[in-house]
Each structure stands twice: as C-alpha cells, then as structure tokens.
C-alpha cells in the first residue's frame, strides 16, 4: 500500500523522535558508566597508594590498624583486605578467598567471588612483605544506575512513540494545510481562474513561501500574458476589419474595370493594402516571438559595432526622405550577451518612427551613452513629440494617437520595442527632447542571463 506524502512526513517523525531519544538515553547511559568507573579507578589506585605508603612506615600494624577503621558504618561496598601468598583473606573487607590472580595489577575490573550471579567490582592487588594488599569497590552502585538508565530507555522508547505519533500529527496537518492552499490555487488556474494567489506568511521566508512566491509570479506572468493576447485578438479582429474590408471592396472594383492602367493601380492600391495587413501580422508574430524567446539565441555582441551598421544602413534612407541623420557613439561598452536580430529590429523600429513622425523637425540623431550600470540606445528627433501623458497609450498594442492615425502603421511598433528591451532584462523610455520626443532602450550592463524577459 502507498502511503500519502503527509502519513510518509508523520512515519518520519516518529522515527526521528524515537532515534532522537535513543541516542540521547545511550549517550548518558554510557558517560554514566564511564564516570563511575573511572571515579572507582581513581579512588582504588589512591587507596593503595596510601596503604603502601603506610606499610613502608608503620608496618603491618600501621596497616591493620587503618584496615580497621576504614570502613563507614552501612558501607559494603568497600574492598579493602590483606591476602596471604595462597589468595586467601588474612583480615580486611574481602570475599574470603577472592577469584583473582596473584599478580600485581594497579586496576581490574572483575567477578572477584567466580560467581556470574555476583556484581562485579574494580580493584588493585600489590605486593606488601610477603602479603598482599587488595583495595577496591562493588560496582553495585554502577550497575543500579545501568539498570535504571535502561528502565529509562525502555520509557523513553514509548514516549518518543506516542510524542512521534503527536508531533507527526501536527506536522502532517502543517503541511498538509499548506499543500491544499497551493493546489486549490493551481486547481483554480486549471478551470481558468488565473487571478487567486497563494497567501504567504509575512516575514518567514520558509520552503512553502519560496513555491507560493514563485507560483504566484507564474501565475501573474500568465495572467498578463493572457490579457495582452485577448488584447491581440481583439485589436486584431478590430483592427484587421477595417483594411480587409477595403481589400475586399478594391478587389472587387479592380475586377469590373476594363481599362488596363486603371486596373493596373487599382491592383497597386491591393497590394499597399496587403503590405499593411502583413505587416500589422508579422509585427504581432515578432513581439510574441520576443517574448518567448530561447536564451541559447543570445551571442556576444558590441553595442557600439550594432550602432554603427544601423546607421550605415539608415543614412541613404534619411537622405533620401530630405532629412539629417546623425550618429553619436559617446562611449564604446565591451561586449555583452545579447539577441542580435531582435535588438536590431528594434532599434530599426526606433529609427522608422523617427523618419516617420518627425518629418518636421529635419533631423534624427541615434546615440548610444554608457552608464555605470547600463547602456543607452536613443533616437532622438525634433519633430511634435509626444505629451506625456499620452505616452502610456502609445507603448500599448495597436496603441495609436490621433495624430498618428493618419499615417499608414498598426501601433505595435512601440510594443515591439518594449518587449525586446524586457527580454534583455531593461525597459523602453519616452523622454521630451524640447522640442521632439527621445525614444529609449536602456539595457543593464550586467544583467544575468535570467533576468528580465521571459525564456518560457
């Protein structure tokens, strides 16, 4: 059977209360145990010292005598006797002939009755005159404690089991509350609600705040995403009605006439109006190919060198439309990591509405200036410009001014730009030029290859 991620999260409390706990027990139940023992150790070596210390000065009667009076009232622990050269006790606190070996030994731990029912005890044997000197304790005392720290263990082991179950409980709810926020909301974009969000805890910043945070700048991006395409879809039937209609109605005039150069610029007058109908198409196809494109097409590419081909290309066509065009390439920025045709198109898109717009002012300049954090791409003019308020409407899809209805385009040029300079991680500025308009790309000059526009 399969179990479900919050009974798999609620198993694996349990677990590391229970492991947490043992560990813990057994660490103390073995520093007990040393500590015990080592506190015999010293004991017993410094007992027998002090005896020997004894006999060399007082004889066996000195040691007898302090035999004697060593042990408190109530104190069977204590090991401390005279053995004879056969093992057994002459007089002291010992088992009367203990099992252990008759050799010198500064610190044991043995059964020292041969009995396995019996406690063990440490103890040091040395030789005094012809006799042997047995100090030591009962490890009783030790061995309780061993004892109750394994009841304890035993006890341990239940709660950890029943606080595991609890805690796991806890947490398996934590989650799954948690979970069930983020897949209603999900559940919710699949029916086609994409505006709900995932509610984050302010100032937690934990696993569960990371996703809600990511899945609800998807879902911001997708719901944009959706609008600016019904916006397309509107605009476009809205849009294209009007030239297709014409087209239609060309067409048909063109079909009845019979003279032949009529017909001949009737047929030219379709063809302009087919110019328009595609180009309005393949600007809408270019800005949506901008925004999904794939981050492998960027290369490595030199602002200043682009600036120039532009402009090489431009000029002629600046000559030719009776106008002056200008370069101004105030700085020569290194290389960076950029997509080449669609920044060209976009600087081209700068340059056509230049030419276009600002017929009046007679003079287009293309700038390119560093800063210290990013670089600038403009076109400036010094035609009628454009308010600013107005300028929002302008940058939008098929977003078209009253003085710009005139001239033949489908206002998306400038959402072309925009979207080309959001993919490179910068933005697309309007700015007064008093008299004309300033028309910017600014693009960061360190920005990271995920930054910016969406690679989705």
């Known amino acids: 059977m399969r179990l479900s991620v919050t009974a798999r999260i609620a198993l694996l409390s349990i677990a590391l209360a229970l492991v947490s706990n043992l560990v813990i027990v057994g660490f103390v139940w073995r520093q007990t145990s040393d500590v015990a023992i080592a506190t015999v150790r010293r004991e017993t070596i410094e007992k027998s010292d002090a005896m020997r210390a004894l006999y060399r000065s007082g004889g066996m009667r000195a040691v007898v005598a302090s035999i004697e009076g060593a042990r408190a009232p109530g104190d069977v ?7 004879d050269s056969k093992g057994r006790r002459m007089f002291g606190f010992s088992p009367s002939r203990p099992h252990i070996a008759l050799v010198p030994t500064s610190f044991r731990v043995v059964d020292i009755d041969g009995n396995s029912a019996t406690r063990d005890v440490g103890y040091a044997l040395h030789p005094i005159g012809r006799h042997w000197l047995l100090t030591g304790r009962s490890l009783d005392l030790v061995q309780a404690e061993q004892h109750a720290i394994e009841r304890a263990i035993m006890l ?28 209603a909301v999900i559940e919710a974009a699949g029916q086609g609600d994409l505006s709900r969000r995932v509610s984050t805890g302010a100032g937690r910043g934990d696993a569960f705040d990371r996703l809600a945070a990511r899945l609800n ?10 609008g600016e395409l019904r916006v397309v879809t509107d605009s476009l039937a809205h849009d294209l ?32 109006e087919t110019d328009l109908v595609m180009g309005m198409l393949t600007t809408a196809i270019e800005i949506s190919r901008s925004e999904s494109v794939s981050r492998d097409r960027f290369s490595n590419v030199s602002p200043a060198a682009l600036i120039e081909e532009i402009a090489e290309l431009y000029e002629p ?19 960076m990591m950029l997509h080449r045709e669609l920044l060209s198109q976009a600087i081209a898109n700068l340059i056509d509405n230049a ?8 003079s287009v300049m293309l700038r390119l200036c560093e800063r210290p954090e990013e670089i600038w791409i403009q076109v400036e003019d010094r035609g009628t410009g454009i308010a600013e308020a107005d300028r929002a ?9 009253d003085a710009a209805r005139t001239t033949p385009g489908a206002g998306l040029g ?30 960061p000059r360190w920005a990271s290859l995920d930054s910016g526009g969406s690679a989705a």
Do not use: W
Not at 217 to 226: D, H, P, R, Y
Not at 424 to 435: F, S, V
């Open 77 to 83: 622990s204590l090991l401390l006797a005279v053995l």
């Open 156 to 183: 341990a082991v239940v709660m950890s089991l029943l606080l595991g179950v609890g805690a796991g409980l806890v947490l398996a709810r934590y989650v799954g509350r948690r979970l069930d926020r983020i897949a």
């Open 393 to 401: 409407v302008a940058l939008k899809r098929f977003g078209r001014l």
């Open 355 to 362: 030419l276009k717009h600002a017929s009046s002012g007679r």
């Open 241 to 272: 009605r009007s030239p297709l209609a014409r087209l239609r109605t060309k067409t048909e005039q063109a079909v009845l006439i019979a003279d032949p150069m009529q017909r001949d610029a009737a047929l030219n007058n379709l063809l302009v």
């Open 414 to 443: 400038m959402a072309l730009i925009e979207a080309v300079a959001r993919l490179h991680g910068g933005q697309y500025e309007l700015a007064d030029n008093a008299p004309g308009l300033i028309a910017r790309i600014v693009l």
């Open 317 to 335: 066509v600046a000559e030719d439309a009776g106008m002056t065009f200008d370069v101004a390439i105030e700085a020569a920025p290194q290389a």
């Open 217 to 226: 700048a998807m879902l911001g991006k997708v719901e944009g995403l959706m």
